[in-house]
């Protein structure tokens, strides 16, 4: 009699890498419990809660996953060594070529994850809040520190011009997800960068 062979170990790592995937392609409350055990290889009920506690649980494991990987696109906002344009420019480029790679979902999983949850779950949003945030802070160090610099005028309102470089930011991911080309979205980056040019001292 022919011996099986041993049964396939549950690769942790795999399974929330796919759980990644699945949660930024749909969003936090259109994935259910059945379409994570399944993608993750359709492990049981017990191995799930056994690994990951819960489906709430799960999701902000794949949030610290997606912010130490895909999410490193803007570290330069808080990189004091880079000139505050570059930083900017920086962020913006490369967000908008990781949210239009064709090797994983469109858009950005910090600002589409959460954006359509039910009220009792609209707590969930708050995980991925603080990383918006936290961009919107360090536009706003950027241009602070270019206004000390004397690089943009000292009559530069920071707050307004932090809110329009945030703003666009925000809105990569519905250009991205809406399939926009990165073409296009490079050309308005360039369009977008003249403003900062405008407020120089």
Known sequence: ??????????????????????????????????????????????????????????????VGRYQSTYGQVTACLTDGSL?????????????????????????CLMILGANNCAPENRHIDGVLAADRMKNRQGI??????????????????????????????MGIAFEARDRTEPAKLSASIDSLMELWDRHRA
């Open 83 to 107: 000139p505050p344009r570059q930083a900017i420019e920086r962020a913006l480029r490369r967000s908008a070529e990781m949210q239009t790679n064709q090797e994983h979902p469109p858009g």
């Open 140 to 169: 706003r160090d950027c241009i602070a520190r270019a206004v000390a610099s004397g690089e943009l005028s000292p009559s530069t309102d920071a707050d307004a011009l932090a809110t329009v470089f945030h703003t666009f930011l």
């Open 1 to 62: 009699m022919a011996r099986t062979g041993r049964p396939r170990e549950f690769d942790r790592d795999e399974a929330l890498n796919a759980a990644l995937s699945l949660f930024w392609a749909q969003g936090y409350e259109p994935t259910s419990l059945a379409q994570l055990k399944a993608c993750m290889g359709d492990i049981s009920s017990a191995s799930f809660y056994a690994a990951f506690g819960s489906k709430e649980a799960l999701f902000r494991e794949v």
